[in-house]
């Protein structure tokens, strides 16, 4: 019996047996050594047989391995500078655990039809196994960064009886005999939650039957919402410039070898520290205008303004104090122009477009009524929300910070679906 180990811990084995346990992720050979290339999820390993070392019966077991058959190592660990990781094992013996056969996805170059459809198995190889374990150390970063600042995770409910940012794009399904509808985001709840704890966060998925079919567009995604009583609108656009610098220099120090496999340009996240440039609304209609642009003020930004916006800065941008008609129904209008609203989107760098929209939400009674009312927003669904400012309102703001998208900036990956390990898209809900 041998230490079984990982590959990612064989540093500290150098010169000792030790037992791996994993997937063949590929083979070669030339006559009388094979090369077995070993992942086991923590990595990839390079695993020599030698016929004459070995033997006979071993080396016609490692022969027989297919792609992606699964097995069990043991072999001595070697330094050695030119392997990929550092290291490589001299087997010593084999133990064949499940075998492939025909495995689908070869080492050649593939559809990206053909990998959705066979995402449980394309999650599998080096970039995809990166991103997602990028996508976890951010989703880590996140939480550490809130619960270093005494926030609360709170859960909002994922069936609701009403829509947080509009009426159209809901789910609807059958809650007995009531209507319900998949959440699109905790916002309203987490309203509640700040009044109860006073500062708290969500972390989870939302839907949204959204007809787009872009690469920043997904049906199901996550979204992290903080939200804080007392905060202003300024304290909101710090806290979130803080919070987007620390989550990407920590994934800068803490997954250097798996950007290294996607091949991220890291030198365009080392520049994302605070302060963030902000333009208002007015000022970034006027600069598109400049630049040639078919846009009035009151129009919303599409897709290739907001690429435009960005591409000025080599740090994510605030866009704050939208029209408060084009915005959704609980913003704080601006108390010196209540034609615009105390709101900021940030759009992150690179043509990843917008990753965060928050804003301060309106906490007087009636205004609240009034909008409810503008909105044609039944009161049997929202009495509850409108409650929350009849009992110590106090104003207060928050964010939501899409998960996929930021993954898909800070990953530099061409579209949100690789961000999202089982992505639901418009016409994808397999597999
Ligand atoms: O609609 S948002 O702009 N804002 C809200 O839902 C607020 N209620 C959040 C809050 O203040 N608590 O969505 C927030 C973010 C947005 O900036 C994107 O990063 C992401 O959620 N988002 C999406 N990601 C992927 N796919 C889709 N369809 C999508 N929609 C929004």
Redesign the pocket.
């Known amino acids: 019996m041998y230490p079984v180990t990982t590959i990612h811990h064989v540093g500290d084995y150098v010169g000792q047996t030790v037992t791996l346990r994993g997937w063949l992720y590929n083979k070669r050979s030339s006559g009388k050594i094979q090369f077995l290339q070993l992942r086991d999820g923590t990595g990839v390993i390079q695993c020599v047989a030698v016929k004459n070392e070995v033997g006979e019966e071993i080396f016609e077991k490692c022969s027989k391995l297919t792609q992606e058959s699964s097995l069990i190592v043991h072999g001595v660990v070697r330094q050695d500078e030119r392997a990929a990781g550092g290291y490589e094992i001299t087997v010593l013996d084999v133990e064949p655990v499940g075998e492939s056969v025909d495995y689908p996805i070869t080492l050649k170059e593939h559809g990206v039809d053909f990998l959705l459809d066979h995402r449980h198995l394309w999650i599998r190889t080096p970039r995809q196994r990166a991103i997602l374990k990028v996508r976890a150390e951010i989703m880590r970063a996140m939480a550490d960064f809130l619960d270093s600042r005494e926030f609360t995770r709170v859960d909002p409910p994922i069936l609701t009886p009403s829509s947080?940012?509009g009426t159209t794009e809901l789910f609807h399904i059958k809650y007995f005999d009531e209507d319900a509808y998949l959440t699109?985001?905790?916002?309203m709840y987490?309203e509640a939650a700040a009044m109860a704890l006073g500062k708290v966060y969500s972390m989870g998925p939302?839907f949204?039957a959204?007809k787009?079919k872009t690469r920043?567009?997904?049906?199901e995604?996550w979204?992290i919402?903080p939200?804080m009583a007392f905060y202003t609108h300024e304290d909101n656009v710090k806290l979130q410039e803080e919070f987007i610098s620390y989550v990407v220099q920590h994934v800068l120090s803490h997954c250097e070898s798996e950007l290294k496999t996607i091949g991220r340009d890291i030198s365009k996240l080392e520049s994302v520290k605070p302060p963030f440039p902000r333009l208002t609304y007015d000022d970034a209609i006027a600069w598109l205008q400049k630049q040639g642009h078919d846009i009035q003020w009151g129009d919303d930004f599409g897709a290739p303004h907001e690429t435009e916006l960005a591409e000025q800065f080599d740090r994510p941008v605030f866009i704050e104090k939208y029209p408060t008609n084009i915005k959704?129904f609980y913003m704080q209008p601006d108390p010196n122009r209540p034609e615009v609203v105390l709101c900021a989107?940030l759009l992150a760098p690179e043509g990843y477009g917008?990753?965060?929209?928050?804003?301060e939400r309106i906490h007087d009674y009636d205004l609240l009524k009034q909008r409810f009312e503008e909105h044609n927003l039944p009161e049997e669904s929202y009495g509850w929300y409108l409650e929350l400012r009849k009992y110590g309102s106090v104003p207060h703001s928050?964010?939501?910070?899409?998960l996929?998208?930021?993954v898909a900036w800070i990953c530099g990956l061409e579209h949100?679906r690789e961000a999202n390990p089982f992505p639901r898209m418009l016409y994808r809900l397999y597999p």
């Open positions: 947080a940012e699109q985001s905790g916002q987490m939302t949204r959204e787009s920043r567009h997904l049906i995604f979204m919402e939200e959704a989107d917008e990753i965060i929209g928050g804003s928050g964010f939501g910070i899409g996929e998208r930021t949100v």
